[in-house]
């Protein structure tokens, strides 16, 4: 009996023990299913660490200069390569071009000076602004000599001038008047009627054959009263032979003459101008002995290596300014995420690298005036000023963009930050006083402007002002003043000074000091060495050199995921060695 209940009470306690245990597993099932083992956790925070020093990794990497990315992965700095080559052979287009371009603004205007001695009475060199017929006479008379000079070309020029021809004829000389088509005008009763539409009268003259004018055009007149202006229009051609001693293939010139009688102001002074429009086009017929004519191919060659050039660099510098952005957008997601806040601007700038900006927009305006080049070899174009725009602007910034490489060395460099961090201050110090400016422009165009010929327009009001500001010209600025108001007078004296005052002694003293300000805190934080952006904070924390290998990828793997290999595989070994 005895024996019977201590077998049932072992029972029961071997019944109460497995049911303790099937609680007890459950208990555990339970907090496994909602605590994750702690090695889960720090696998994850081990990765996170990894993703970040990655990313620190790559953007330290990206702001390296072309020698230590060179250390880091071995990489040639082709970039730097290419934009030097890139600068020589630029250089060398330009000057050519230049040269060229020289002989070609000689020549054009060689000719306008001396269409001007040919064909207007009694013209002297740089008497342009004062020229002028005050007599009905002398307009007739102009007219005709016009005419004369014209027809009697061949016989008096000492260049290889050339009436233009149409087939077997020669092209005209063309007269044409413009007048109001009704008006009288009686001064002396203060009354006038006048009709606004404008009338043109044209009237060809063929000189060679009809040399004077009242031989061609007896029933010529010209209304003066009612008189706008006479414009005598011809076109001559010429052959700029001084460029075969350069062994270049002359050009022929079509000279558009326009000479002009102005008489829109009605004031009893008609101005007399002669401007000059130039086609240049290829000659139909040449031959050229005693000298070898240099090759256009070449030349066409070389321009075409100029364009291959720069698409390499424009797309190499495009794929570095994308890279950036793609960084940015990673460092903003880690900022984002990790810190709970936003990037500042000045950190975001830092990303697109205004250098390659730079170099992009020179590779555009280099291409397309090689472009524009050839062209103007081909005689498909003559536009020289064009041409010259954008091959000189091309060449200006990619001679600025050398700035970029001397700031790698240290002394160099701190100009280049004092410039980048004075800009925005400079940028706003500049609207405040260019508002002032401004002002003071048109206050003196309006005010003093009739009495001083600097001031007659807003552009002459702004150079003299300008030139004041440097100290320029000042004293004749003051003496000019005419002293026919005695209150227009003063107001020019107080008008001066205060403008000269206001901007030797203060506004450009404040512009200096931005500067200097500027580059005594550069230079302190140079010194200093401590960072003074979050970015630079966050890229502080890696302290891998270029040359510690640990920036090199292997082939066919990126950059992630080798950080995170060699991090796994530094833990791994500190945990065998523990």
């Known amino acids: 009996m005895e024996a019977s209940q201590v077998s049932d009470c072992e029972l029961l306690s071997i019944i109460q023990r497995s049911s303790d245990m099937e609680e007890s597993s459950d208990l555990y099932d339970v ?27 790559k953007i330290k990497y990206y702001f390296m200069n072309p020698c230590e990315k060179y250390h880091a992965r071995g990489r040639k700095p082709w970039k730097l390569f290419l934009q030097i080559i890139k600068i020589a052979i630029i250089t060398i287009q330009l000057v050519s071009f230049g040269l060229s371009n020289q002989m070609v603004v000689t020549f054009k205007e060689e000719n306008l000076m001396t269409f001007k001695h040919l064909f207007l009475k009694g013209y002297v060199d740089g008497g342009m602004d004062t020229y002028a017929v005050y007599r009905q006479a002398d307009v007739y008379g102009h007219i005709d000599y016009i005419i004369r000079q014209y027809g009697h070309l061949h016989n008096i020029t000492v260049g290889n001038h050339a009436y233009e021809k149409n087939g077997t004829f020669y092209t005209p000389l063309s007269v044409c008047q413009e007048f109001y088509r009704n008006g009288t005008i009686f001064p002396g009763s203060e009354t006038f009627e006048i009709d606004a539409q404008v009338d043109t009268d044209c009237r060809e003259i063929y000189p060679m054959y009809q040399p004077t004018l009242r031989d061609s055009l007896s029933d010529f007149e010209i209304h003066f009263k009612r008189m706008i202006s006479v414009k005598i229009t011809f076109v001559l051609k010429a052959i700029n032979l001084q460029t075969v001693r350069h062994r270049e293939l002359p050009d022929c010139y079509d000279f558009n003459v326009t000479i002009t009688f102005n008489n829109k102001a009605h004031s009893g002074r008609i101005k007399i101008d002669l401007e000059n429009d130039v086609d240049i086009n290829e000659c139909r017929d040449w031959k050229v002995t005693g000298a070898a004519a240099r090759n256009i191919n070449l030349t066409v060659l070389f321009d075409c290596l100029i364009i291959i050039t720069c698409l390499t660099s424009f797309s190499l510098c495009t794929r570095s300014v994308i890279k950036g952005i793609q960084l940015l957008f990673e460092y903003k997601h880690y900022c984002k995420n990790h810190l709970s806040k936003d990037v500042p601007w000045s950190d975001k700038s830092e990303f697109v690298n205004g250098w390659y900006i730079l170099i992009i927009v020179s590779d555009t305006l280099t291409i397309i005036g090689s472009i524009l080049k050839i062209e103007i070899q081909t005689k498909v174009l003559t536009s020289y000023d064009v041409c010259s725009i954008f091959l000189g602007t091309g060449t200006m910034f990619v001679w600025i963009g050398v700035i970029r490489y ?116 550069i230079k302190q934080q140079q010194q200093s060495g401590t960072p003074t952006s979050e970015l630079q904070k966050f890229l502080s924390v890696c302290k891998d050199l270029p040359n510690s290998g640990v920036y090199r990828l292997e082939e066919n793997s990126c950059f992630l995921d080798q950080c995170i290999n060699r991090f796994r595989k530094h833990q791994e070994r500190l945990t065998s060695e523990a």
């Open 406 to 521: 001397m700031g790698y060395f240290r002394k160099y460099n701190i100009l280049i930050l004092t410039l980048r961090a004075a800009f925005p201050n400079v940028i706003r110090f500049i609207c405040c006083a260019g508002i002032i400016y401004l002002s003071y422009c048109f206050c003196g165009w309006i005010v003093l402007g009739p009495y001083h010929e600097k001031f007659r327009t807003l552009n002459t009001v702004s150079e003299c002002l300008f030139s004041l500001i440097n100290g320029d010209d000042m004293f004749p600025t003051f003496k000019n003043m005419k002293q026919k108001s005695s209150l227009v007078w003063t107001f020019s004296r107080v008008y001066l000074y205060t403008f000269v005052s206001l901007f030797i002694y203060m506004i450009l003293s404040l512009f200096i000091t931005i500067i200097t300000d500027t580059y005594d805190t």
């Open 31 to 57: 907090y496994d299913a909602i605590s994750p083992a702690p090695w889960a956790d720090n696998h994850q925070h081990m990765e996170d660490l990894d993703n970040v020093e990655c990313l620190r990794r």
